[in-house]
């Protein structure tokens, strides 16, 4: 059995969505040895969730708050990666396929955030919109701007982090 190279990267295609939804769930760790002495989740706070929304592309984070950071400022940073692949066509039939492609493309959403009164750090719901399908290829061109591109898959992947300054490793991490 002949099989052709749009089918082989279709099924590859389809095997990275398989194993990219089916590990859907978040890997998070909150580390106060990379935090001020004392620094803990105030009462009734706890560590972000984060939620992907797949029809935009948008990852959105839990707001939280921090107690007994004193006067140490810290980063909160969302970054937002899509691995996207796909081929390109040569118009003359369109099932030659040309030139395979993989690409990524990060967005990242940083705030600098301040303590407030008493050592408190309020921080808030983080949202940051990755690349659409329809984005990348009204962006993306083929090798010969006569061929024309195909994406076979959109994977996103997300890093959620809250560093303190003067500290090397986040506080928070989570890695979806």
Avoid at 15 to 31: I, P, S
Avoid at 64 to 77: D, K, M, P, R, Y
Wanted: charged fraction near 10%; charge should be neutral.
């Amino acid at each position: 059995m002949k099989l052709s190279l749009r089918r082989v990267l279709t099924l590859f295609a389809a095997m990275l969505f398989a194993l990219a939804t089916g590990m859907a769930a978040a890997q998070a760790t909150t580390n106060f040895d990379n935090a001020p002495n004392g620094a803990h989740y105030a009462k009734g706070a706890g560590e972000p969730i984060c939620t992907v929304n797949s029809t935009t592309q948008t990852v959105t984070c839990t707001s939280t708050a921090i107690e007994g950071v004193g006067n140490t400022n810290a980063t909160l940073t969302l970054a937002v990666t899509n691995r996207i692949s796909g081929v390109c066509h040569n118009p003359g039939t369109n099932d030659k396929v040309v030139d395979p492609f993989s690409k990524s493309v990060t967005e990242t959403n940083s705030t600098g955030l301040t303590p407030s009164k008493n050592g408190r750090l309020l921080v808030p719901a983080k949202s940051t919109t990755g690349t659409s399908t329809a984005d990348f290829e009204e962006t993306f061109t083929c090798p010969n701007p006569n061929w024309t591109p195909e994406v076979t898959s959109n994977v996103l992947s997300y890093q959620y982090s809250l560093t303190f300054a003067g500290f090397q490793e986040p506080a928070i991490l989570i890695n979806g």
